[in-house]
């Protein structure tokens, strides 16, 4: 009991170094339980008049984007760098405009270890996206794509070798999509965002990410592809928020 109240005790002071909950009137515990059972359910409404205590869905939406929002630039290094990346990107429909979602998977541990998202798909987007991958987790040596052009400009600027492939390895990223679309359905024309806000995007997908990476079970791997401790999902889920949260 000590330990688990020394953990939340970390949690929070962890949240106000960064600005994040100053102001408690509902107890972060239920704030950050609320969000975890978010993840698991895709509606902000359902999860709120689950709570024990008058709480708008608004008040869900905006402590996962708080949470989103503080750690979306650490994320990538807590789950460590790749050799081998395998990286696709797919359209999503959000606040009711296309967007494409960008992503690389390591195929053994099957971690992402980088996310973007952008307005359009080029060559100069998928090389600001591999540059933001370096900048982050480091280069990996060996690039693994389905051979869109634009990788193959991307990846000959930056002098990184690349392997063009279908199926293999290559499903596992296409699985991971498939992961998102399933759990994103909320992002049509009713997410409450403004049209294209990307920055918003992103924050819904760096909580997400954190929890595929560091909580959620994989079936195949019969754990979450870089466990951090924590033997349930809400015990790992607790241990990931501090972990995330001590990064600076």
Same mark, same amino acid.
């Given at each position: 009991?000590?330990?688990?109240?020394?953990?939340?005790?970390?949690?929070? =002071? @962890? +949240?106000?170094?960064?600005?994040?909950? !100053? #102001?408690?009137?509902?107890?972060?515990? $239920?704030?950050?339980?609320?969000?975890?059972?978010?993840?698991?359910?895709?509606?902000?409404?359902?999860?709120?008049?689950?709570?024990?205590?008058?709480?708008?869905?608004?008040?869900?939406?905006?402590?996962?984007?708080?949470?989103?929002?503080?750690?979306?630039?650490?994320?990538?290094?807590?789950?460590?760098?790749?050799?081998?990346?395998?990286?696709?990107?797919?359209?999503?429909?959000?606040?009711?405009?296309?967007?494409?979602?960008?992503?690389?998977?390591?195929?053994?541990?099957?971690?992402?270890?980088?996310?973007?998202?952008?307005?359009?798909?080029?060559?100069? =987007? @998928? +090389?600001?996206?591999?540059?933001?991958? !370096? #900048?982050?987790?480091?280069?990996?040596? $060996?690039?693994?794509?389905?051979?869109?052009?634009?990788?193959?400009?991307?990846?000959?600027?930056?002098?990184?070798?690349?392997?063009?492939?279908?199926?293999?390895?290559?499903?596992?990223?296409?699985?991971?999509?498939?992961?998102?679309?399933?759990?994103?359905?909320?992002?049509?024309?009713?997410?409450?965002?403004?049209?294209?806000?990307?920055?918003?995007?992103?924050?819904?997908?760096?909580?997400?990410?954190?929890?595929?990476?560091?909580?959620?079970?994989?079936?195949?791997?019969?754990?979450?592809?870089?466990?951090?401790?924590?033997?349930?999902?809400?015990?790992?889920?607790?241990?990931?928020?501090?972990?995330?949260?001590?990064?600076?």
């Amino acid at each position: 009991m000590k330990a688990h109240t020394d953990l939340w005790d970390k949690i929070e =002071t @962890a +949240l106000r170094l960064r600005g994040i909950f !100053i #102001r408690n009137k509902i107890p972060l515990p $239920l704030k950050l339980l609320a969000v975890f059972r978010y993840l698991l359910n895709p509606s902000f409404r359902t999860i709120s008049r689950s709570l024990d205590i008058n709480v708008s869905h608004v008040a869900v939406w905006s402590w996962l984007h708080k949470l989103g929002n503080s750690f979306m630039d650490t994320i990538f290094r807590l789950a460590g760098p790749a050799n081998v990346v395998v990286v696709d990107e797919t359209e999503v429909n959000f606040g009711g405009r296309h967007i494409f979602v960008w992503a690389a998977i390591e195929p053994e541990s099957r971690k992402i270890v980088m996310l973007w998202a952008t307005h359009v798909r080029s060559g100069i =987007t @998928a +090389l600001l996206f591999f540059r933001k991958l !370096i #900048r982050t987790v480091g280069a990996p040596e $060996l690039v693994i794509t389905d051979g869109g052009p634009w990788y193959d400009y991307a990846l000959q600027k930056l002098g990184i070798r690349h392997v063009v492939m279908s199926g293999d390895v290559r499903n596992y990223i296409e699985r991971w999509f498939e992961t998102l679309k399933d759990r994103a359905r909320c992002f049509d024309v009713y997410y409450p965002t403004k049209k294209g806000d990307l920055r918003v995007l992103l924050e819904w997908l760096t909580v997400f990410v954190l929890y595929y990476n560091h909580v959620r079970y994989h079936q195949t791997l019969k754990r979450p592809p870089v466990p951090l401790g924590g033997h349930r999902e809400y015990e790992r889920w607790e241990v990931t928020l501090l972990a995330a949260l001590s990064l600076s």
